[in-house]
């Protein structure tokens, strides 16, 4: 090895340390209310010259399950992760399960002062651009029980409370059926000495996720088996796969850590 | 490996060690009085108007660190913060007590109090600090004192009725060097103006025994404990109220 490619490595290695030394122990910067959640889809919308999509979760959680996308549609959890093609959209797959005029808009054609638009494209694929999204986030969510973190809304109350109603099936998706009811609640022990212990509410999660979203995938079946850790949580995994991304963050200790220290 | 390697390395440690070295210069302190104070200036030359001075001295006395910096969204890092003219007026921000009812109106009888670009503006109301428990860097208050005896009761909320998760930890934090002590670190003392959120798990990730990525040269460069301490919080400068065992 010649010592130009030994000197190189050595810098390579110094300005890796020094890069992540830059970024850590630092604040990020806060992501807006109605931001939180929105995923970029840019699979091959740049690749055709077409604007990315920005996906906000935010809307689509208040009219439907997570389940219903993430489980009966076939959207991947992670984001890009399900390629969808405009193809597969307009074959009323993905997207165009919902987007096809009926459930939700279309991206039709249409014909304006003899020239054929496509009006609706904007609407979806909008990085980058000013869209009149016709629906405002803060007049959308105004009145809704509200939450420390994330969008704000406290999503759990107003689901319950009837702010919003979400729609768990879908017509040539979803299969009918009574869901399985297991209301059980159980408690996880703190690693932490002095950390309250959490309170798990199967039946809170069941009303977005059904079971499947998170058995047995996420997390294994049998009590005790599937280790974790809050650092783990943080990095996007096991409760951390939504709640960072989507649910609220992890930074509300209290909302699971909710047992009273004896 | 020959003779050139060996002196190009060498040159390239003693390249590290000399930065290494000047970063252990400590900031100059401004007088305690102006510890903590900033000029803000996002927008404010841009619009026209003076750069709004802030004193964190005048506002932890009434309040906790996390009702500004969590509840009213305000960013840690200067001029990072969205504030404007009309989310103030909305009661956003400086506005949410700057509305003539919890504290002066963001309105033209009040202008000069705040956009007056003078990061000295207001100085002599620290006389009424005199008798505060003291110590020896940054304000030279001990502004934890205060709190504990009861001179200062700063909200810790403003619109919200939550109570926080409380963790009594106090942790030992392993000193890198043999010849410093150990550094400490109490959580309930914190968590008495700040959220847990405020620090995790961004700043501090929440692994246990990670002191190597918080050594001092990260501090120094208002990383992780510099986020706060040596800004407006007690500056390093003060070595034994962390490493208590420092001779």
Redesign the interface.
């Known amino acids: 090895m010649s ?1 130009n490619i ?2 190189a490595a ?2 390579l290695v ?1 300005s890796a340390v020094f890069a992540t ?1 830059q970024s ?7 992501v807006p209310r109605g931001e939180y959640g929105n995923v970029i889809i840019n699979n091959f919308s740049e690749k055709k010259n077409i604007a990315p999509v920005v996906f906000n979760h935010w809307l689509h959680r208040a009219k439907y399950t997570c389940r219903l996308c993430h489980i009966d549609i076939g959207f991947a959890m992670q984001a890009g992760g399900t390629k969808m093609t405009e193809a597969d959209n307009n074959k009323g797959l993905y997207c165009g399960a919902c987007h096809n005029g009926k459930e939700a808009f279309a991206a039709e054609e249409k014909k304006l002062a003899g020239l054929v638009v496509r009006p609706e494209c904007d609407r979806c694929h909008s990085y980058g651009k000013k869209v009149d999204f016709h629906i405002d986030f803060s007049q959308f969510t105004e009145d809704f029980p509200k939450s ?2 994330g969008n704000g809304v406290d999503w759990i109350s107003a689901e319950k409370q009837g702010f919003v109603k979400v729609k768990d099936y879908l017509e040539g998706f979803s299969i009918k059926g009574k869901s399985l009811s297991y209301a059980g609640e159980t408690e996880l022990k703190a690693q ?5 212990d959490i309170i798990f509410s199967h039946k809170k999660h069941a009303v977005w996720n059904g079971c499947e979203l998170c058995h047995p995938d996420v997390f294994g079946v049998k009590k005790g088996a599937t280790k974790y850790s ?2 783990e949580i ?1 990095e996007g995994k096991y409760c951390g796969v939504c709640h960072g991304k989507v649910a609220f963050p ?5 909302l699971c ?1 909710s047992k009273e ?1 004896m | 490996m020959t003779a050139d390697f060996i002196l190009r390395s060498a040159l390239l440690g003693l390249l590290v060690s000399t930065q290494a070295l000047a970063q252990w210069q400590l900031p100059p302190l401004p007088e305690p009085e102006l510890y903590g104070n900033i000029l803000i200036n996002r927008t404010s030359t841009k619009n026209g108007v003076l750069p709004a001075t802030f004193s964190h001295w005048s506002h932890r006395s009434k309040y906790t660190c996390r009702v500004c910096h969590l509840e009213l969204e305000f960013n840690m890092a200067l001029n990072s913060t969205p504030i404007t003219e009309n989310k103030n007026k909305k009661g956003q921000y400086c506005g949410a007590c700057h509305n003539d009812k919890i504290a002066f109106g963001h309105n033209s009888k009040h202008c000069g109090k705040c956009h007056n670009g003078n990061i000295r503006y207001g100085i002599e109301n620290a006389d009424k600090l005199a008798d505060f428990p003291e110590t020896p860097f940054g304000n030279r208050i001990d502004w934890v004192k205060a709190m504990n005896t009861g001179l200062i009761k700063p909200a810790n909320y403003l619109n919200e009725q939550y109570e926080a998760v409380t963790f009594k930890k106090n942790l030992i934090l392993e000193s890198e060097w043999s010849m410093t002590p150990d550094a400490i670190f109490p959580h309930d003392v914190h968590e008495s103006w700040l959220d847990c959120s405020n620090c995790h798990p961004e700043i501090f990730n929440i692994k246990k025994k990670t002191t190597k990525h918080f050594a001092m040269s990260y501090i120094l460069d208002n990383k992780f404990c510099g986020v706060c301490h040596g800004k407006v919080a007690f500056p390093i400068d003060d070595c034994k109220r962390c490493h208590p065992k420092k001779k």
Not at chain 1, 192 to 196: I, K, L, Q, T, V
């Open positions: 010592k030994l000197l050595i810098l110094m030394a850590a122990g630092m604040l990020k910067k806060k420390r973190f932490a000495e002095g950390m309250p809050m650092q943080f992890s930074l509300d200790c209290k850590h220290v």
